[in-house]
């Protein structure tokens, strides 16, 4: 038989309940392995309800004193009853200083105490008691993350000033700062809205016109690394000018904005049309490619050609987001009928240009010339693929070095990839 004795209006404050006569506590705290809430009890006298009863204080420090105990049972484990027990008098019946001195021991949980309106400067100071002559039984839950993260900020010695924690609130990083940003005006102190709209003002202006494209290689929605560091950079070396004072997780957060939003605007706007660039270079219409075939590595197989409803470099960046994986980095771009292609070698950033010296006659095997060269990121493998869709292999030239000696090119890898 199970009476509920004592509860206060907030649900997790620990509630007294009567178990076949005995008075117990109980809270509910961590949780099990289908991640279901645990419940945990143990013995109380009635000195101890009155206490309860009466004072919200030690009530809620009993609290932040047992859960460490709930925690440390796990999801399976039984409290350990006889330590919880311990903590009863020295919380519920000892004078201020003592409490003072016991909290000064164990381990307990502040964000328990934050939330439910202790003086965070008091507590800080070790004086838990007279922390919580403003408690309230309601919770703010907020207050409490707030706490921690600022806390988490001071471990790493990062210690916010006014602008610094308006522009955190601003962005929706102030908790979390793996969090995507946003604006957020509203979250922000009116008086201090103005600065933040200035700082955010010359990150704009300092990435006016920059872009951040999209990678095929990695799926449909990721962005050229190289990049948002460039833009990255930029944002950050023009708000660290204008505002030397503010702190580093105040400029990287107004960097992630700007580099967040030039994603999101790349990943909403359709594929460009990179053979369109080719034409203001001089490579003309009359070269284009007709007809092409795509391939991977895994034996996937797509064929444009030149009176559908896309452009040859747009439905092959579409293949490569489509069939890319990390055991799928060789792509080719074939045109039959003029005996040439070009290989893409995404795991070692680089290329090959093939083309046909000799038809194979009378039974015998074609005859190739392969050259190889290094590419320079997503970056360099679009300008490539634009320049052989608008002029083949030909139009390559410029791009090049070109090597036909497989050790020189290895070699010339090599010293890339040291540097």
Known sequence: MRDVVFTRSSGWIPNVIREDGELKLTLAAGADANHEPRTFTFPISEAHLAVIREDLARHLLLWSAVLPLCDAAGTRGRLDEDAAVALLDPVLLSSPADVDALFRRIRWDRGRL???????????????????????????????????????????????????????????????????????????????????MRVIATAEQACAGMRIGLDPRRGHRATDKRDWDRMAATVDAAVRRAYPELVDDAVRTVSFLMCSEAADRSRSTPVEDDEAADDHAGLGGSARKTALSFTDDKGGEKKWLRDGPRTASAEFWQFVADRSAADNEVFTIEDEEMGEGIQLHFYADSIARITTVRHGEAGSDPQYQVEYSLVDGIGGYRNLVSAFVCGGCAALEQHGPWMSDVAEFERARRRRDAR
């Open 114 to 196: 934050v939330a439910h309106g202790a003086d965070i400067d008091l507590l800080d100071r070790g004086r838990v008691c007279e922390a919580m002559r403003a408690a309230t039984e309601g919770s703010n839950e907020k207050r409490a993350q707030e706490y921690h993260a600022d806390r988490r900020r001071a471990e790493r010695g990062a210690v916010l000033g006014p602008l610094d924690a308006a522009i955190l609130r601003y962005t929706g990083q102030y908790l979390h700062g793996a969090t995507i940003p946003r604006r957020l005006p509203d979250a922000v102190d009116p008086a201090l809205l103005p600065q933040v």
